[in-house]
């Protein structure tokens, strides 16, 4: 019997060492234990597991700003920014998300916290695109299917009470009781003094991890991955404007729940495109999307008046100096000002954005408000920003030794 | 019911084990075997009810066959029941692939619709195709269905194996002894069971992830290089092994807590020096069915070396399409039937012209080698799911698709980063998951040629229906004089290291998979 009841205790004594370990760490970011300096405050692992951790985290945040949208909102809106000036702010961004997802964790956000008061979401154009083939009734399914991945963590997306509660609590006791957690906690200790990217409580990611990136191997392979995956994404059939009676795809359904459930909730809707690096909008080109991408500003803009007059859409996406900000290629492992690759922009983008969005001040002088009026302007003058910068961009490809 | 799963390891197994010894206890050892049967017959419907239907009629079919084959040995009745068996089989695992093949000679479009595999019919089948043969000759009998229906669908080996005999099992469950709760037994069941735990989840499904994309990449078309087609299968290599033998291993372990000892599936494999050697190793009942059932019954080698060598192949073809209705399988067959053929071929050159090799260190170590690669192409079939992708990964692994190395690598590399970028060496991306996939299989190669298995730690103690113990010969064992030494005690120290075994099981539990050989 000593065989056996040896074998059972270091049994259990493993698993609640373990469990217990990672409780402590919390490398997924869940904050439920203290946070110690050197110990678990960086948690690399938390960005590869944000939408298990931000599906439950706003709920304890209780926020009254919610920001909304993939890794560019992640990584470029800082909810400790001042400009909050002492709103509790969560950042919902989520690496990868479509749109679909970001609604749907949006609405659940709302529909659990009473607290919020503003909606600030991030739109971006290739989360609108679709093929023929996504029209058809077998696409729709698979949404369905893709979904059904995460709707067991949103209490109003169909799941019953008991099945949430029950997959819930299975999916937190594995943040804690597996060896994905153990691996991440040994992995999370090991980094903490390492230039890394952490989510923090607020679910803002410091995207540090790009610092490291640069210091070993420079700013070119960063920028040659991105527009080669944006080139390879938009390899196909990809249109905006899909259906015949009606000039909007079924992706505008989606901004339209989360339209309705804002209204519905009296709660401030706030939307904007992101900014891209003037390569970002030059590949849109390059690959025959830039009438698709000046005609998708269009719809939405449309979209939205004829949903809500009064909820603001604002373009950060035209050309300008922080738009055309240079690639220092001739000093890689320099830090540019505005951007990290093509497609991330930096906190301080981020912070003259929320300035734009939420002081509407007018000496910011970076985005603009989309109106019927300011859009038939802006759609010119994008034209001829792209032609001007046509040589500048033909460089720059030259020196990433880019596909011509 | 998934033997790594939390419904098992903590419900279904402590229950089935409470009702056998307390039902023997109480009612007798007649009323253990039948809440054995009734366990043993809800953990094959959990998974689908409607399949426990097939289960019973093929039990049905085959014990009265047999037992009629038992009291007169009708040949026609024996080939009656095999080619029922064969065509249930036929029916469910290969009418999909004969029908594509007909419509794509002929231009047909027949449709049979979707037929959905039944679980383990593979093993179901060929299990009962021995007893039908051992009746014929005399070798077993049976009188009482209910026994018949634990040896065919006893749950620790109905999924997936070892394809067990008659002879073996029945046997074993008449000694009263095996009734009574024996705390050895269970010491020794619980300690393998947790060894083969650690196996499946931790090792395996721990490898899987660098293999699966790598296949998928490849099966769609996409170019893979040199680096990830050799990282891919090596993992998908050791995936395999830890996969099937973490699983026989839990299934030898969950048998040994009622009191049973199951045959043998696997003695370190890997650690063979020539293919007969591996194939003596690797999935040792399938091996065993396929030389007494199929070879032998073909002639084996007592017809001459032209009739010898053309009964290998078919064998070996037979036993690649067991593994599953598709060509690569077909192709994974004969390239295994040349492999044999090649090695047939050099042992009788070698005796012929008195080629005396020293099988020395280095020698072994070749040998090794040439054995390891020729099986690593074999799985290369096994694992792609089309021709072109298994190809692919070929032309990969030859270098044929480029060499890339993730610029995070290159840049740390400096100088020798740029020279190797001179030479042809392209930057790619995803440098941790490359340095991971390097790191897990070099980690469990040296597991697999230095590590003692469950048979060699558990010889003293009767482990397994096998008499193997520490057997190096033909085999590339670089620690066997240390190796040997490990072996199973009951300490504190085995118990608390076989405890932490269960307990990272257990941790991999929310990532539950399924087991590669439930297509099979």
Redesign the interface.
């Known amino acids: ?12 004594v ?2 609640s060492s ?1 469990g217990t370990v990672n409780w402590f760490i919390d490398p997924f970011g869940m904050y439920w234990s203290p946070v110690m300096t050197g110990v678990n405050e960086i948690k690399p692992e938390a960005g590869t597991r944000s939408r298990i951790s931000k599906a439950y985290q706003v709920d304890k945040v209780a926020p009254q700003i919610l920001i909304v949208g993939n890794s560019r909102v992640e990584m470029g809106l800082d909810p400790n920014s001042k400009i909050f000036a002492g709103k509790r702010v969560y950042n919902q961004g989520m690496p990868g998300a479509h749109l679909i997802m970001q609604v749907d964790y949006a609405i659940d956000a709302i529909e659990n916290n009473h607290s919020i008061e503003h909606v600030i979401m991030g739109v971006d154009f290739l989360d609108f695109l679709v093929n023929s083939q996504q029209l058809n009734s077998e696409h729709q399914q698979q949404n369905e299917t893709i979904r059904a991945r995460y709707q067991f963590r949103l209490s109003t997306l169909d799941a019953s009470a008991s099945e949430y509660s029950y997959q819930g609590l ?2 937190k ?2 943040m804690i ?4 957690a ?1 691996t991440a906690s040994i992995q999370t200790l090991s980094k903490q003094n390492a230039t890394t990217s952490s989510i923090s409580a607020l679910g803002f990611n410091s995207a540090d991890s790009y610092k490291t ?1 640069m210091q ?3 700013i070119k ?1 960063l920028f040659n ?1 991105k527009l080669n995956e944006i080139s390879a994404r938009l390899n196909s059939d990809l249109v905006i404007k899909t259906q015949k009676d009606s000039p909007y795809s079924p992706k505008f359904s989606h901004l339209g729940r989360l339209i309705s459930t804002a209204s519905q909730h009296n709660i401030k809707l706030t939307l904007f495109i992101n900014p891209y690096h003037y390569s970002y909008l030059h590949t849109l080109a390059d690959k025959g999307q830039w009438q698709n991408f000046m005609l998708w500003k269009q719809l939405v803009q449309q979209y939205i008046a004829s949903q809500n007059s009064s909820i603001a859409l604002w373009d950060f996406s035209g050309f300008n100096e922080v738009i055309n900000e240079a690639v220092p290629l001739d000093k890689p492992k320099s830090y540019m000002q505005w951007f990290w690759e093509p497609a991330h922009y930096k906190r301080e983008l981020g912070e003259r954005m929320l300035a734009t969005l939420l002081l509407d001040k007018n000496d910011i002088k970076f985005g603009q408000r989309l109106t019927e009026t300011s859009l038939a302007e802006a759609t010119n003058q994008e034209a001829r920003a792209l032609n001007n910068t046509s040589s500048q961009w033909q460089k720059l490809k030259n020196q990433l030794s880019l596909a011509q | 019911m998934l033997f790594n799963s939390a419904e098992f390891i903590f419900l279904f197994l402590p229950i089935s084990l409470l009702l056998f010894f307390t039902a023997a206890k109480r009612w007798g050892n007649e009323a253990a075997i039948t809440s054995l049967v009734a366990c043993s017959l809800f953990f094959y419907g959990w998974w689908n009810p409607s399949y426990l239907l097939l289960l019973l009629a093929s039990m049905a079919f085959n014990y009265h066959v047999g037992k009629r084959l038992g009291n007169n040995n009708n040949k026609n009745l024996l080939i009656l029941g095999i080619t029922v068996n064969l065509a249930a089989i036929a029916y469910f695992k290969y009418a999909g692939f004969i029908v594509f093949n007909i419509n794509a000679l002929t231009g047909a479009e027949w449709d049979l619709g979707n037929i959905i595999l039944p679980l383990a019919i593979s093993f179901f089948t060929f299990q009962q195709i021995a007893y039908l043969v051992d009746s014929y000759r005399g070798i077993t009998k049976e009188y009482s269905f209910l026994h018949y229906a634990l040896f065919v669908a006893f749950f620790p080996q109905l999924i997936a194996g070892p394809i067990v005999h008659h002879k073996d099992m029945l046997p074993q469950f008449s000694q009263t002894k095996r009734y009574q709760l024996n ?1 050895h037994n ?2 020794i069941g ?2 393998i069971f ?1 060894i083969g735990l650690f196996k499946k989840t ?1 090792l395996a499904d721990g490898i899987a992830v660098y293999a699966n994309p790598i296949f998928s990449a490849a099966d769609a078309g996409q170019s893979v290089d040199f680096f990830s087609a050799w990282g891919g299968t090596l993992a998908y290599t050791f995936q395999l092994y830890f996969d099937f033998s973490g699983y026989s291993d839990m299934a030898i372990g969950i048998a040994r807590l009622f009191g049973i000892i199951l045959p043998l599936n696997f003695y370190s494999p890997y650690k063979a020096a020539n293919i007969s050697e591996f194939w003596r190793r690797w999935h040792i009942t399938l091996s065993h069915f396929l030389r007494d059932y199929l070879y032998i019954a073909l002639g084996g080698n007592r017809s001459g070396k032209v009739k010898r060598y053309t009964n290998l192949a078919i064998t070996m073809l037979l036993g690649g399409l067991w593994h599953g209705a598709g060509w690569n399988f077909i192709i994974w067959g004969a390239l295994h039937g040349s492999y044999l053929m090649l090695n047939l071929a050099w042992q009788a050159i070698k005796a012929q012209y008195h080629i005396a090799l020293n099988p020395g260190k280095i020698y072994v170590f070749f040998a090794w080698l040439l054995t390891f690669l020729a099986v690593i192409v074999g799985w290369v079939f096994f694992r792609a799911v089309s021709l072109d992708g298994a190809l692919t990964i070929l032309q990969g692994m030859l270098g044929l698709n480029g060499i890339s190395v993730p ?2 690598i290159l ?2 590399l400096g100088e020798a980063g740029n020279l190797l970028q001179t030479w042809g060496v392209t ?1 790619s ?1 995803g440098g941790a998951v490359f340095v991971k996939t390097w790191l897990w299989n070099i980690t469990l190669l040296a597991f697999v040629l230095t590590l003692p298995n469950v048979q060699d730690l558990f010889a003293k103690e009767q482990g397994t229906l096998s008499n193997y113990s520490q057997v190096n010969d033909n085999t590339f064992w670089p620690t066997w004089s240390k190796s040997k030494t490990i072996t199973w005690s ?3 120290r ?7 075994c ?3 099981g ?6 539950v998979s399924e087991f590669l050989y439930f297509q099979f």
């Not at chain 2, 085995?494 to 932490?500: K, M, P």
């Not at chain 2, 257990?506 to 990532?511: D, G, M, R, V, Y």
């Open positions: 019997m000593n065989y056996i009841r040896s074998y059972f205790i270091s049994f259990i493993l698993i373990i299975k999916e006791l594995a009781f597996s060896l994905d153990l990136i070993t191997e420079g392979p991955q | 705390h269970i010491k619980l300690t947790a931790v610029n995070a840049s740390r930057p991306h009951s300490t504190t085995w118990a608390a290291f076989s405890g932490a269960l307990a990272l257990i941790l991999t539990l929310s990532q």
